[in-house]
């Protein structure tokens, strides 16, 4: 027995219902689901840098950072050798005189090489009292030369603002001659070089080790 065409519309409306809501189901999931797809996609995530290293381009602590993403040195090998070569000078000129070497004028262009100050002034001097009176008396001689073995601490006090510093460990040579007779001395110093203005000068020496002190050849026998 057929329906009349009322009662099929009844019949047929649930379903147009039921499909509509499917429909808008369906679109509800796929937007959230897209959402989320999005939040997982990378546009929300710290994006990482060349090295994996911080937007700044250098590892935290490391100072500031040169073109590349590495850390700049404190103190270049230009800089480095200039630095070298005033400990070098400087522990060759204290350990190189004669006995008609006169104070004033040995120490002036040592101390042009140092900090200037006090303790420098003490320690740039030729030998004093007897030493000094036997040295005339046998009109002795002693010639330096000095060769930077290897650097010890290089260092940029930010905090206090006292600059940089190198302090190396210098091998220095001595020959003495006195009374016809001559000997090598060897010593080790760590030297300290602060920057002044761009320029290195010698702050302070200590001995670090000793060598083949007393080490000699007779000469003049």
């Known amino acids: 027995m057929e329906l009349p065409a009322e009662n099929k519309r009844t019949a047929l409306l649930p379903l147009v219902v039921l499909g509509a809501l499917l429909v808008i ?38 100072g500031t950072a040169a073109a590349g993403g590495a850390a700049s040195p404190i103190v270049d090998a230009a800089e480095a050798a200039e630095a070298h070569a005033v400990m070098a000078k400087y522990m060759t000129g204290i350990t190189t005189y004669d006995h008609t070497s006169k104070p004033a004028a040995w120490s002036v262009p040592l101390l042009a090489l140092t900090t200037g100050d ?19 008396a046998e009109e002795c001689s002693s010639k330096g030369a000095a060769v930077v073995v290897r650097d010890a601490v290089i260092a940029d006090d930010l905090v206090r603002d006292s600059g940089r510093t190198i302090s190396s460990l210098v091998k220095v040579t001595a020959t003495h001659v006195s009374g016809g007779k001559s000997s090598t001395e060897e010593n080790e110093w760590l030297v300290t070089v602060k920057e002044d203005g761009g320029q290195w000068e010698v702050s302070g020496f200590d001995v670090f080790g000793l060598g083949d002190i007393g080490s000699s050849e007779d000469s003049g026998e």
């Open 118 to 136: 006090s303790r420098m002034k003490q320690a740039t001097v030729l030998p004093s009292g007897k030493e000094w009176a036997a040295c005339q």
């Open 25 to 62: 189901v369906l679109t509800v999931f796929t937007v959230f689901d897209g959402d989320d797809g999005d939040g997982d996609g990378g546009d929300t995530r710290p994006v990482a840098t060349a090295g994996g290293k911080n937007g700044g381009g250098a590892e935290p602590g490391s």
